[in-house]
Each structure stands twice: as C-alpha cells, then as structure tokens.
C-alpha cells in the first residue's frame, strides 16, 4: 500500500491551497518531524503513533490503487437555507471554507478500486466546519448509495465529523433520518457497508450511518460518542472514565468490530471485500429434486 | 390551574386574572353590583390573551413548550384513550420510564403508542430522568415498533424531550447505534406512522421516534437539531445568546411547516396547552384519528414508498447540473 507516495502528494497540494512548512509538530507528544517523513508514514506520529487527522483526498489516495479514483457529485454546493446568522453568516462561513480548501463541503465521494476490486467511497473534510452534515453532505451520501445499490457495489465511509450542521438547522437533522433510509435499501443489496470511523465521529453523524455499517472499524484512540465529552461532564458533574469514547473503549464495549491502524487499513479493507465478495454458486436445486436427491442418497446406503 | 408557574411574559396575564378573581369574590359577597366591571376585565384578559400569544417569538414559544404545567405524553393518553396497557422494558438491558409505550384504543382503534415520558414533581423528574432516554430506550421503542408491524397496528408518536441522554451508561450501552437503528428501521417500517411533537422535539433524541408519514406539532412546541442554548454556547461562545439561536435556528411549528418539514401544525387552546388541557387534548385526539382515516386505507407499498421519497428529498442544495 505504500506504493502509492508520489499520487497523494500531489493531492495534499490539491486539498489545500495554503503552503506547509518543512517540519511538523505531533499534537499528541509534540514531536518535531519532518513533513516527508510524516507522510510518508501517513501521518501517524513516528514517534507515539498517534494518528493525525488527514484530509479528504489524502484519505482516499492512501486508500485506493493510484489513480483510480473518480469523483462523483464535486459541484454540489452548500446553499443558506435559513438565512442563518451568528456572528459571521452562514454564507460568508461556506465561502471563507471554499477559498482554503478544494471541496465544496465536507465529504468527498466516489468510486475507485482497492486491489482491483471496486468501491464505492465517501470521505470526510474536517477543515470544512469541522466535517458537520447538512444538505450537501447528506445528498452526496444518498447518491453514493444509490449508485452502490444500482451498481451492485461494496460502499465505504471514512467518517470525521463533530455530527449535524446547526447552520442548517432542521435540514441538517433530517438528514440523519435521510442517509439511514437509504441504508436501509442498500441492505437489499447483498453487498457491504463498511463504516470506518476516524477521530472524531460524533453526534448526528454517529447516531446515523456511521453506526449502521455492517463491519465498523475504527482507528487507534479516535473519539466516538454520541454526546461530547464536555457535555457528559457537565451534565452528570462526575469525572469520566479513562480512554472514555475512545476506539479502544467502544472494542471493549461492544460497539465496534476493529481496530485497525492506518498502516493496516487498506489491506484489511481488501480483505474484507474478498470475503465479502459474493459467490456464483448457482442456487437452482428447486426443494423437490433435493428432496428427491436425499432420499436416492438414503436408499443407496 | 392550581398552581399557576407563570413564565415572564405571562405575569401580566397572571395579575389581571388575580384582579378577576378578586372582583368575582366581592360581586358573590353580594354588597354591590359588579357585573359590567367583570365583563369588562373579562374582555380585557380575553384581548390580553390573544395579544400576547398571537405574538409570541421563538424563545417565548420555547419557553412553553418546556412550561412546567404543559402536558406530558401519559396526560394525553389519559385524556384521549379508551384503554391503554403499558409495556415495559427492551428485552436485553432494561426498562426506560423516559420512553413509555403500549397498546392502545382510540376512537374505537388499537394503535401502537410510544412517547417521551417527563416528570411533573422533582422525585419524578428525576424518575423520568428529565425525558431523556438512555439507549434502552429507544431499544424498547423499537421492540414495540417491531411488534406493531408484525400484528399489523399503526403507530402514533408523541415527541417531548430535550434530548437522548448524555451519560456515561449511555454511551456505553451504545445512544448512538440506538438511535442509529431506530432511523433506519422506522424508515421501512410495514405500519402507517404518525408522530406529534407535543413539547420539546429535541434533536436526535426526538428524531429517534419521529421517522413518520405523518408529522405534526403542537403550535407551540420546538423540533430543532440543537437546543437555542447549545447552539448559543457554540457559535456565539455565550449560552445567555439563547434567544437569538431560537430565532435563528427556525423551530417553530409555523416555521417547519413552511419549510416542509412537518405536514399539519395542531392549534393549541388561547394561552396555550397547559391552560385547558382537555381542549389541547381534544384537537390532538382528531388530529390522530383524521389521520389514521388518511393514512389506513392506503397500501402499505405506497406508504413506504412516499415516506422513502419524503425524507430522500429533504434538503436543500445548489446543484449547477441541473
Ligand atoms: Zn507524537
């Protein structure tokens, strides 16, 4: 999988338009390492393994076989619906987003192959509003299971949100109820959903279709919860446990299937969609010539 | 009312009724002819009445929409059924009084009805855990969903909470895959459902009961993705902007059934549910059964087909291509 350097440099240019210095700072052990380097190890912290948010494209190049990834949906563009102001407006959020990054809004999605099976794949845009799902982000979920149904196709999401979009206040939750309608159809399909949940997925986000994939997997130590942290604590006034809405806690809990590291996560990706891959038995035994069958066996004896 | 908690805007109201009362005493006292006076405050109260309701802003609907006299889901069952059993528990952790739900008869039907359960006294406050459900909630919301379809009952939802409990056990228990699953279930549910926000519609802890053919609200009930003093502490970084983040935000009946949102506003009695609750009961028994009438001679196929393409075309967008 890590054949793949020389594509997803270029893209991190694409996604972001400002230039990066040479060396970075871990945000877990603080750390000073060189950029390549960190790239190189798909920005996982060389030192405490920590695994640092990455962007949309970047997520998908380091996901799928170079160069096969084609976009669907890249025009759709967040609108104001409500006329939303708080301090700044709404409008003038999307567009100062807009001018920083190369989406749209917060997900980017699309098919590819991984290992020259195809996916249908969605990834989240942190750095557009902290990843939240309005209108846009629903329908572009909505489509690619639509296409993954029409297609018969495996779909993966990368998730990475703070969860609804206030700004679009009751548009932004319908879409909960839109994305896990969708994937109830999509059930009809015989083909997987495979939901990976990257730090954070929380809120609406989680309590929709992040939580309904038929394999979860998680990264090291990302936080997964419904309600933040902040809030639990200042509604039960109690401190929270250790490791509380992190991977590892959700694995003990019960919550999730896996763990897997980002270094791991394509080939058990690949893996996956090879067992999940369907068969082509021929199911054309009709129930009275098996009948029939059992009983020559039983005679013969 | 017995114990009239006033909101602010209220108090006037409250004053003119305690001037009222006291006029009414001294005419029965008998020692001087106050009949044109009372008339006349009686009016003056009517008049005040309509005034203020008919103007009221988002945060004012707000606040009596979580008035501590509004009624809850079991007063209106009281009120608008002929039998009701309750049924308890998920089947696989527990039973969650901040969701009640059980067969039930009205107008002559047998539905399915669940609804967020909030506590009147604080000992049932607390019992009720303020209507905010734990996982084992929804769980049991579910188990009843699942129930209904199989022996073929519709559903009615009642919505009134300020949202799915932020907890510790909650999250271990899994609110998010809970309420997760409740979404995509409702959506293909084999059974006409209908929902009625009666008080606070609270994010996704409302939404986990409300996937429906049928929406309505209270005219004086919220449905918002965030609550006005949540949103106010995020965006504006000072939960005291609350009233701005109502406004801001659209959660009124009024202004969801513009946007779409919601098919039928519930009108309320002058001065609001919890001042005649048999009235606000009233029109929420026709609303069910003008429902229920709509929605019960259609096929089922059909009815998951518009209920798919309902909520499939909720949002709005800017798409160049089209
Ligand atoms: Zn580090």
Redesign the pocket.
Known sequence: MLKKETGHTEKVEKARKVPEGLWVK?N????IIYRKEMERNLYV?L??N?HHRINAYNRISITLDEGTFREYDAEIEPVDPLGFKDIKGYKEKINESQKVLSVKDAVVCGEGLINGKKVMICAFEFAFMGGSMGSVVGEKITRLFERALKGRRPVMIFSCSGGARMQEGIFSLMQMAKTSAVIAKFKDSERPFISVLTDPTTGGVSASFAMLGDVIIAEPRALIGFAGPRVIEQTIRQNLPDNFQKSEYLLEHGMIDLIVERKNMREILSRLLDLFKPDHIKRDIEPATYRHRTTDASQKK | MAVHQSLEFERSLVELEAKLLELKHSHTKGKVDLKTDIKKLEKKLQDLKKKIYSGLDPWEITQIARHPNRPYTLDYVQLICEDFIELHGDRKYGDDPAIVGGLASIGGRSIMLIGHQKGRATKEKIFRNFGMPNPEGYRKALRLMYMAERLKKPIVTFIDTPGAFPGIGAEERGQSEAIAENLTVMSRLKVPIISIIIGEGGSGGALAIGVADKIMMMEYSIYSVISPEGCAAILWKDGTKAEIAAKELKIGAKELLKLGIIEKVIKEPLGAAHCSLEKAARSVKEAILVSLDELMPISIEMILEARYKKYREIGIFYNPSI
């Open positions: 871990c877990n052990c603080g750390e912290c030192k405490c920590h």
